[in-house]
Nanobody, 124 residues
Framework: QLQLVESGGGLVQPGGSLRLSCAAS????????IGWFRQAPGKEREGVACIGRDESTYYVDSVKGRFTILRDNAKNTGYLQMSTVKPEDTAVYYC??????????????????WGQGTQVTVNS
């Protein structure tokens, strides 16, 4: 069974960069689309970006141009490169594996397997 583990979170200053990793085990990640989500205190979990099996990508407007989603199938790992971060990016970030990468799939969180999350705090 596919298991996902996020890493790379931490404290970063506004305007800084951070790279999150999503390491998969138990199954081949290349068979799945990968989604990144985040949940801030008191808010619902929201989709941030996704990458399909064909490496097509989708980003929500709030991160477009600042975040980049990547995958390395040889390493069975997905990544979320975060740049020019803002305090409102503070949240627990989760990766997930699912069938599709598209806006509706991401918005409705229709992903099958989830990691445990990694905290990202943007603060000076």
């Amino acid at each position: 069974q596919l298991q996902l583990v996020e890493s790379g979170g931490g404290l970063v200053q506004p305007g800084g960069s951070l790279r999150l990793s999503c390491a998969a085990s138990g199954y081949t990640l290349s068979y799945y689309s990968i989604g990144w989500f985040r949940q801030a205190p008191g808010k619902e979990r929201e989709g941030v970006a996704c990458i399909g099996r064909d490496e097509s990508t989708y980003y929500v407007d709030s991160v477009k141009g600042r975040f980049t989603i990547l995958r390395d199938n040889a390493k069975n790992t997905g990544y979320l490169q975060m740049s020019t971060v803002k305090p409102e990016d503070t949240a627990v970030y989760y990766c997930a594996a699912g069938r599709l990468c598209d806006p509706d799939y991401l918005t409705r969180r229709l992903y099958d397997r989830w990691g445990q999350g990694t905290q990202v705090t943007v603060n000076s």
